[in-house]
C-alpha cells in the first residue's frame, strides 16, 4: 500500500512526517514519524494518540 506523507521532510541521513490514515471507525489518525539511518539500519520512532492518550514506539528495518 503506498501512503502519501505530503508535509514528509528528508535530509541525507534522517526523515520526518506525518501519515494520515482513515480510521474504519470513522474520522482520522495521524501518526507522526521520524527516523536516522544508523549504520545501515534505519531506526525510528512513530508518535499517536488513541484515546486521548499518547502513544510511542520505536521501530527498526534494514533490507534483507
Known sequence: T???IPDG???ADAFSGVVRRDRPQGGTMAHRMSG???EGVL???TDTEMDGNPVSNEWTAKRK
Do not use: F, I, Y
Request: aromatic share 0%; glycine share 8%; no cysteine.
Open 9 to 11: 521532510k528528508r535530509t
Open 43 to 45: 531506526k525510528g520512532k
Open 2 to 4: 503506498r501512503l502519501d
Open 36 to 38: 536516522r539511518m544508523v
